[in-house]
Every structure is written in structure tokens, then in C-alpha cells.
């Protein structure tokens, strides 16, 4: 299964901020952590905080949990583009129906300001459904979430799931799988927008060979009560597809988000014609009775990468490997694939042989010392190197977060470790799911904007001697003090040159409002002298 992945590309040079100034440099070796570019942002499963990391692996920000009735953190956490955070919590009674132990229990999404004020709450905690694992805001405000769906022998009867997948211990109780998309801002009982129940596309043992696009209703070993365990979800908004993966059968599943709640439910109608069924799946054609190779052991994490990326289109998955005979060397990699499309944007599949790709697109498989049991994450960044988390890597120590260029040479490696939320102790920190965020994320500029941490004023100007910038947000022009005779230049995030003046008085201002949002890195050489100083924001 291996895979050397891309031809090599030439170095890259990294850009950081270094306590409000910048510098060119190499991204540094392991063990000291220098993002190219970005934040980190995670909550472990069960604690009372959430906590932004910078490029240097230190916390940003933090938000504490502790005053809230819900402060057990659940599975995921996301910065949302207002600067606030999207979190998931854990309810604080279990209900009847769904049983101790099917986790990660949540139940609650909310939206939470810098100062830990709850805004909105949407809770589903019922005899019937339970939210867990993965959600992802949308871009119109609301949020896809996915759900246990407890069923009865009764329910399986009627629709082809072999009963003896049930738990012999009360209550007998299948959890299936449902994920619905939320308005949480509107009326209460309307807030349920969309909805997908795995239960409507079940099709009979003996007839999963020839429908691979529903789910073979003899199937895979339960874990206790759980059938599915779903443990990540996505989307692509561009192409209105929802990419989920599943932990107890090793796959990835693609579904059509651009259906009606009735479409969803069936196999026709949708953008794609197909209902609800799935578009794609990969990982373990097993599943639908084929006699090709498992290819996956346990998968955490989808992401879609962003057209705009080296591997764009592509879908990126750590993969956990609970199996070493998956890999020579029993750990676990990351994984990404390109989807298979013909001109029109279908997915092609032959008859009689499981969904392609063979092989992965790109591969990361380092030769030792590379391994998670559960969770994790993968993300690809702008510059093609790859962003990873290792939930709960051998050694134990915390979670690990390490970047690797596209021929997997460790750029850096990096042990996460933060003290409880009232005190400076620093101990292992087991993130179930981290998220990254570029620089120039309005949801970082918002947030540091909201905490008073960014103004428009260089930070480390502030003595009346220094040159000072400032930039006009009513009439979008960029004023300099101060900085007589000297050469101002503003670059990117990633350090890419994008404005250059020349000052020749005291006071002089120039139009910089073409500039999109942002932060941007400035760098002043006032009589011929170098200094680096800081960022600005321009908004």
C-alpha cells in the first residue's frame, strides 16, 4: 500500500511571528514546534477548556469551561469566522434508551463568545437520539452533527439487519447512525433543516454485492450497542457533498447534502439523482461483499482539501491502522486520495470491482515511531506540507502534532502539554480532534480584534520614537508616523511581498484599501537601517 507520494518541490521558506516581530527562517527541528503558518485549535475530550496554540505550540487564547453547566468538553471544537467558538458538550444525565458507554456522549452544541457567554444552545439528548462524535459549522450559520438512532429487533426485521448484530444484554438496543443539519437560531421544533437516516438504505446480506451504494445489513461487529461508530464528518460546500467515516467498518461513505428531507430518505432525486444512497465509499469493499483487500484498519478525521491546495479535491484521513498487517511496519499513516470523477463530476465505479482509487494519491509513512490507537487528525496547509495530530500516540505523553513536506521529511514535532485552567501545571493533553486555522482566517482576526490582543498599531511602537502605523478603516488608507527617509514593505502571512512605500516626511498616508483582509507583516528600514517589527490588520 505504500507510496512515495509527490516528486519533491523546492525548499520552502517559512514566516512566523516571533512576539510581535517576524523573521525568515527554516521551520525548526523537532521538538520545538514552528508552524508554517496558523493555529491549532483543540479541547480535550472531558476537560474544561479549549485552548488556540500558535505557531510556537504556546495557547494564543484559552476558554474556560468551568462555570458552565456543561463543562465537560465532547469530541470537537471549532472557531467559527465571527471570532466566537463552536463547541461540543457532554450531557449531564445519560438517557434510557441509549446505553452507558456509546461514546463520545455529547448531546449539546453551542456557540460560546471570548468571555465564555453562551450565545445560542441546541441540545438532542432523547430516548431516541443521541448527538456524539463529529459536527462542522456551515457557512450559512448553521451546523451538520451526527447522532446515535437507537432501533429494536422489531425495527431490524422490517428492514434487513441481521438481528444477531443486537447486544444480548438489556436493553437490546442497535445504535444506528442519523446526521441533520441545524438552524440553532430558529424556532424551537424547526430547527432540524436536514436530515439522513443510515437506517433508510439497508439492503439484505445477500444482495450487498450488487448495491454497494446502500449499507449491508449483516455487516461488521458491533461494539457493544455501537454498529457504526461514526467518527468524522465533513463537507464541500462548493459540490454540496458530505464525507463520513465509520470506525467499527474501517470506511469512508460520500452522500448528497443537495437533497430534500424526503429525497434524503430514498434512492432518487438530489443533485446526483441517487436520494440518499451513497455517491462513493472507500476503505473496506469487503463491506459490500466484494472479494477485493481491505485496504483501512480504523480511519479518523476526513478532510476535504481546499481546491486552491496542492491536492485539491482530494480527501485526507489519518488512519489509525488497529491492524499491522494493513502496513509493513504495523503503524499508522496518513492517507489521502483522489476522488474518482468523470467531466461531469460523477463518481465512476466499474461493475464487479469496489470504487477506486488502487492506490493512494499521497502517503505519509514514516518508518518508525508514527502511531495513534484512536482519533487524530490530518490537514493539508497552503504550502503543501501537512499538518498532523496523534491523538494518543505509544509513548502516552500527550497528543503530538508534527508538519512534513509532500516527500515526508519532519519539519517539527511538538507534545502537547497545558495546565488545568487554574493553574500553571503542565500535563499530557489528549485532544480527541484538533483544527487548523491559517493566519488570515477571519475567525482569528475576529477573536484577537474581541480579546483586545490586535489593534492597528504596531505592538511594539508604542514610545513615541519608533515609527507607527495605522491603518483607516472608514476611508481604507494606511497611515505612517515617524518613519521619515524610510522604505516600509508589507508581506503575507506565508511572506509573500505585497505593498512597498518610500516615506520622505513625518506624516504621509497611502491607499492600501485593494488590500483584502487581513493580517500582513510589516517590515520598516528607516535611514538605511533594517528593523523588523510587527503585523497590522487591515479590515
Not at 497611515?479 to 505585497?498: C, H, M, N, W, Y
Amino acid at each position: 500500500m505504500r507510496k512515495k507520494g509527490f516528486s519533491m518541490r523546492k525548499k520552502l521558506i517559512s514566516v512566523f511571528l516571533l512576539a510581535g516581530a517576524f523573521s525568515y527562517a527554516n521551520v525548526a527541528a523537532a521538538d520545538s514546534m514552528a508552524l508554517s503558518d496558523g493555529y491549532v485549535l483543540c479541547g480535550a475530550y472531558s476537560g474544561k477548556f479549549t485552548v488556540l496554540i500558535d505557531q510556537h505550540g504556546d495557547a494564543a487564547y484559552r476558554w474556560n469551561h468551568t462555570n458552565l453547566p456543561d463543562s465537560l468538553n465532547g469530541y470537537v471544537v471549532y472557531l467559527l469566522q465571527n471570532g466566537n467558538l463552536l463547541r461540543s458538550s457532554q450531557v449531564n444525565q445519560r438517557t434510557d434508551t441509549i446505553p452507558p458507554g456509546s461514546g463520545p456522549i455529547q448531546g449539546i452544541v453551542e456557540e460560546i463568545d471570548p468571555n465564555g457567554a453562551v450565545i445560542w444552545q441546541y441540545r438532542l439528548a432523547n430516548d431516541t437520539f443521541l448527538l456524539h462524535h463529529d459536527m462542522k459549522p456551515l457557512s450559512n450559520g448553521n451546523f451538520i452533527a451526527v447522532a446515535f438512532e437507537a432501533k429494536t429487533i422489531a425495527d431490524a426485521k422490517k428492514v434487513g439487519v441481521d438481528t444477531a448484530l443486537f447486544p444480548r444484554t438489556n436493553p437490546k438496543i442497535l445504535l444506528s447512525e442519523r446526521i441533520i443539519e441545524v438552524n440553532p437560531r430558529a424556532e424551537k421544533g424547526e430547527e432540524i433543516v436536514w436530515d439522513w437516516h443510515l437506517w433508510d438504505h439497508i439492503t439484505p446480506k445477500n444482495q450487498a454485492a450488487e448495491h454497494p451504494e446502500l449499507f449491508n445489513g449483516s455487516a461488521g461487529k458491533p461494539s457493544g450497542n455501537q454498529w457504526v461508530h461514526l467518527n468524522g464528518i465533513t463537507i464541500c460546500e462548493e459540490r454540496d457533498l458530505i464525507v463520513f467515516t465509520s470506525r467499527l467498518f474501517s470506511e469512508l461513505f460520500i452522500i448528497d447534502h443537495g437533497t430534500t428531507i424526503q429525497e434524503a430518505a430514498g434512492h432518487i432525486g438530489g443533485k446526483r439523482g441517487k436520494g440518499g444512497d451513497f455517491l462513493y465509499r472507500w476503505g473496506n469493499p469487503t463491506n459490500y461483499d466484494t472479494t477485493a483487500t481491505q485496504r483501512i484498519n480504523v480511519l479518523h478525521c476526513p478532510t476535504w482539501i481546499p481546491d486552491e491546495y496542492p491536492g485539491g479535491g482530494h480527501i485526507l484521513f489519518f488512519h489509525n491502522n488497529m491492524s499491522p498487517t494493513m502496513s509493513s511496519e504495523g503503524l499508522s499513516e496518513v492517507v489521502e486520495i483522489a476522488l474518482p470523477l468523470d467531466a461531469e463530476g460523477n463518481f465512476i465505479k466499474s461493475p464487479g470491482v469496489p470504487f477506486g482509487p488502487e492506490e493512494p494519491a499521497w502517503l505519509y509513512a514514516p518508518s518508525d515511531s508514527f502511531y495513534s490507537m484512536a482519533m487524530s487528525s490530518a490537514f493539508r496547509l497552503a504550502n503543501g506540507n501537512t499538518l498532523i495530530h496523534e491523538a494518543f500516540p505509544s509513548a502516552g505523553r500527550g497528543g503530538i502534532l508534527r508538519e512534513v513536506t509532500v516527500d515526508q521529511k519532519l519539519l517539527w514535532k511538538f507534545t502537547m502539554q497545558f495546565g488545568d485552567t487554574g493553574g500553571t501545571r503542565r500535563s499530557s493533553f489528549m485532544p480527541a480532534k484538533v483544527m487548523y486555522y491559517p493566519s488570515n482566517y477571519a475567525g482569528i482576526t475576529n477573536l484577537f480584534i474581541k480579546i483586545g490582543k490586535l489593534g492597528s498599531r504596531l505592538p511594539n511602537n508604542r514610545d513615541g520614537v519608533h515609527p507607527r502605523l495605522h491603518f483607516n478603516h472608514a476611508n481604507g488608507r494606511l497611515f505612517v508616523d515617524r518613519a521619515a527617509g524610510s522604505e516600509i514593505r508589507l508581506f503575507t502571512l506565508q511572506g509573500k511581498p505585497v505593498a512597498q512605500f518610500r516615506v520622505e516626511t513625518e506624516r504621509c498616508s497611502f491607499k492600501a484599501g485593494s488590500l483584502p483582509r487581513g493580517l500582513y507583516l510589516v517590515k520598516i528600514s528607516p535611514n538605511g537601517r533594517v528593523v523588523t517589527t510587527g503585523a497590522i490588520l487591515i479590515r
